[in-house]
Protein backbone atom coordinates (compact mmCIF):
# COMPACT_ATOMS: atom_id res chain seq x y z
CA UNK A 1 0.00 0.00 0.00
CA UNK A 2 1.84 3.45 -1.01
CA UNK A 3 -0.04 7.12 0.05
CA UNK A 4 -2.66 8.68 -2.35
CA UNK A 5 -2.64 12.27 -3.27
CA UNK A 6 -5.84 13.86 -2.05
CA UNK A 7 -7.22 16.98 -4.19
CA UNK A 8 -10.72 18.45 -3.01
CA UNK A 9 -13.21 16.27 -4.87
CA UNK A 10 -11.09 13.11 -2.90
CA UNK A 11 -10.92 14.99 0.34
CA UNK A 12 -14.72 15.50 0.01
CA UNK A 13 -15.89 11.90 -0.98
CA UNK A 14 -13.32 10.25 1.23
CA UNK A 15 -12.43 12.43 4.32
CA UNK A 16 -14.70 15.50 5.14
CA UNK A 17 -17.87 16.46 3.17
CA UNK A 18 -17.95 20.13 4.06
CA UNK A 19 -20.69 21.29 1.82
CA UNK A 20 -23.31 19.01 3.45
CA UNK A 21 -21.61 18.68 7.02
CA UNK A 22 -21.37 21.95 9.49
CA UNK A 23 -19.97 19.47 12.30
CA UNK A 24 -17.01 17.00 11.53
CA UNK A 25 -18.22 14.13 9.91
CA UNK A 26 -15.31 11.55 8.82
CA UNK A 27 -16.53 9.86 5.34
CA UNK A 28 -13.32 7.39 5.40
CA UNK A 29 -14.16 3.24 6.25
CA UNK A 30 -10.65 3.08 7.90
CA UNK A 31 -8.65 5.84 10.57
CA UNK A 32 -6.49 8.16 8.57
CA UNK A 33 -3.46 10.17 7.99
CA UNK A 34 -3.26 13.49 5.86
CA UNK A 35 -0.26 14.99 5.21
CA UNK A 36 0.26 18.56 4.24
CA UNK A 37 3.24 19.78 2.29
CA UNK A 38 4.70 20.92 -0.28
CA UNK A 39 7.47 20.16 -3.03
CA UNK A 40 9.99 22.63 -2.21
CA UNK A 41 9.87 21.94 1.65
CA UNK A 42 13.13 20.21 3.26
CA UNK A 43 11.14 18.46 6.12
CA UNK A 44 8.35 17.30 3.92
CA UNK A 45 10.65 15.48 1.56
CA UNK A 46 12.22 14.14 4.63
CA UNK A 47 8.81 12.82 6.45
CA UNK A 48 7.61 11.07 2.85
CA UNK A 49 9.36 7.87 2.76
CA UNK A 50 8.60 7.41 6.58
CA UNK A 51 4.69 7.51 5.61
CA UNK A 52 5.48 5.36 2.56
CA UNK A 53 6.78 2.79 5.16
CA UNK A 54 4.13 3.37 7.60
CA UNK A 55 1.29 3.08 4.51
CA UNK A 56 2.99 -0.56 3.76
CA UNK A 57 3.46 -1.20 7.56
CA UNK A 58 -0.41 0.02 8.73
CA UNK A 59 -2.39 -1.01 6.17
CA UNK A 60 -5.58 -0.86 8.38
CA UNK A 61 -4.93 2.57 7.81
CA UNK A 62 -5.35 5.43 4.96
CA UNK A 63 -2.48 7.27 4.23
CA UNK A 64 -2.87 10.61 1.88
CA UNK A 65 -0.58 13.92 1.23
CA UNK A 66 -2.19 17.13 0.20
CA UNK A 67 -0.37 19.40 -2.00
CA UNK A 68 -0.66 22.64 -0.08
CA UNK A 69 0.41 24.75 -3.19
CA UNK A 70 -2.00 22.84 -5.50
CA UNK A 71 -5.03 22.75 -2.90
CA UNK A 72 -4.50 26.02 -1.53
CA UNK A 73 -8.75 25.29 -0.05
CA UNK A 74 -8.10 22.69 1.57
CA UNK A 75 -4.75 24.15 3.31
CA UNK A 76 -6.86 27.24 4.52
CA UNK A 77 -9.68 25.29 5.45
CA UNK A 78 -7.31 23.76 8.14
CA UNK A 79 -5.30 26.53 8.61
CA UNK A 80 -2.42 25.26 7.87
CA UNK A 81 0.43 27.59 9.02
CA UNK A 82 3.38 25.53 8.68
CA UNK A 83 4.45 22.89 6.83
CA UNK A 84 4.93 19.42 7.05
CA UNK A 85 0.81 19.50 9.15
CA UNK A 86 -0.14 15.95 9.63
CA UNK A 87 -3.49 14.94 10.26
CA UNK A 88 -3.98 12.35 12.09
CA UNK A 89 -8.26 10.93 11.74
CA UNK A 90 -9.56 8.38 14.12
CA UNK A 91 -12.75 6.45 13.62
CA UNK A 92 -15.84 6.91 15.06
CA UNK A 93 -16.54 9.85 17.36
CA UNK A 94 -12.84 11.11 17.98
CA UNK A 95 -11.87 14.77 17.05
CA UNK A 96 -8.85 14.78 14.31
CA UNK A 97 -5.48 15.66 15.68
CA UNK A 98 -3.38 18.43 13.87
CA UNK A 99 0.52 17.72 14.49
CA UNK A 100 2.69 20.88 13.31
CA UNK A 101 6.26 19.62 12.19
CA UNK A 102 8.46 16.86 10.72
CA UNK A 103 7.59 14.00 13.13
CA UNK A 104 10.18 10.86 13.52
CA UNK A 105 8.76 7.66 12.73
CA UNK A 106 8.52 6.29 16.02
CA UNK A 107 6.29 8.91 16.98
CA UNK A 108 4.34 8.92 14.40
CA UNK A 109 4.12 4.85 14.86
CA UNK A 110 3.30 5.34 18.27
CA UNK A 111 0.18 7.93 17.50
CA UNK A 112 -1.18 5.55 14.95
CA UNK A 113 -1.20 2.75 17.46
CA UNK A 114 -2.74 4.82 20.60
CA UNK A 115 -4.57 6.84 18.95
CA UNK A 116 -6.18 5.52 15.66
CA UNK A 117 -6.12 1.70 15.72
CA UNK A 118 -7.67 0.57 18.98
CA UNK A 119 -11.06 1.96 17.57
CA UNK A 120 -10.61 -0.50 14.89
CA UNK A 121 -8.80 -3.25 16.67
CA UNK A 122 -10.50 -5.13 19.34
CA UNK A 123 -7.74 -6.92 21.81
Excluded: H
Amino acid sequence: MKTKQLNLADFETKVFNYKENKEWKFEGEKPAIIDFYADWCGPCKMVAPILEELAAEFPAIDIYKVDTEAEQQLSAMFGIRSIPSILFIPMGEKQPMMQAGALPKAVLKEVIETELLPTTVES
